[in-house]
């Protein structure tokens, strides 16, 4: 049997008629950039998140640099975020020209820890002159960049609470998290100033190629996104601002307007498959040597990823590979302890959640169409490993 991590065939063949004709559509028309598909999308992706409004972009990475952009972060300004994440939620911070303050993150979710947040504001900053300042750098904090890591909500009560108090911004990195909600039903991307979303073909909502989109509840904000998106320009060849080219194309909004209205039914799939790899895996009854992932109760987790925490990590993965099984570490190196990232000068061990994650987890199969004996051949295959070790 071959398990792969993800294929998106499938997918593709139940749509395909209609990915096609709406391909042919924007081929008829010539209409690339910034077209009718780009409009209908924007308006359907906010809805999806319960914004007001969407702003369609390249690809998550430059959604992110978008909405940091968009609210005026850049030189002086510091960001705090989680050291376990993809590479673009630090990437963007330092591009923006602002200092990203990497925290750890609490150990059963993986999200940012709201408490660690609260303890350096209260210990290693100061208020002053109507902000909040590092006192070690003397960088204002401007935001916070919560990640909703694998599809699950960070803690975003919490959070946000936090975030008023010191009068910060939020800027949600919902790259993984498209529909994920909290205990109300309240969705990823309707928390902060702006949510992050991103259509790489691994996400939930994958479009054919790069594509992302910021959503906002506010109106201005949105306007002025939509300016940086084409080089701060408006009107025509008259900049009041330096932008970017961060459009999507009219073709990845033509496809991802048709898998927008089926996401539902994918991510019901993947919490199936978490469903039937819990049990499987208690059934197994492999003690301390794999722990499955801890949903939060009442949340709504998409299950863009479905992560085991386990023992001899490097070696079960051979194990699996030589079984047809696929996997992949999400992330093998903690942003803090990456090289370009030097300059801030964190410790080996200051981070010690984040550094312990990345060397003792591993994400399992569990796109939507995958068959239940699949999933329980991955299970057997991990159980049989522990049971020869
Ligand atoms: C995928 C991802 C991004 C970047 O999205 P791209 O569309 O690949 O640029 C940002 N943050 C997180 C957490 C991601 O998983």
Redesign the pocket.
Known sequence: MKVPLLDLKPQYQALKADIDAAIARVCESQYFILGPAIKEFEGAVAAYSHTAHGVGVS??????LLALMGLGIGQGDEVITSSY??F??GGTIARSGARPIFLDIDAATFNLSPALVRGFLEQQCERRDGGVFNRATGGRIRALMP?H?YGQLADMQSLGAIAREYGLKVIE?A??AIGAADEHGQRACSFGDVG?L???P??NLGAFG???ACVTNDAELAKHMAILRVHGMEPKYYHAFIGGNFRIDEIQAAVLNVKLKVLDSWSEGRQRNAAFYDAAFAAAGLGDKVTTPYAVPGYRHIY?QYVIRVQQRDALRKHLADAGIGSEVYYPVPLHQQKCFEYLGYQTGELPESEKAAAETVALPIFPELEQAQLQYVVDSIAGFYRAA
Do not use: R, Y
């Not at 690809?59 to 992110?64: F, N, V």
């Open positions: 690809s998550g990475t430059d959604a992110l994440t993809f673009a939620t990640v890591l990195d790259a993984q992050c991103s259509f790489f691994t996400k790069d594509a992302g863009n």
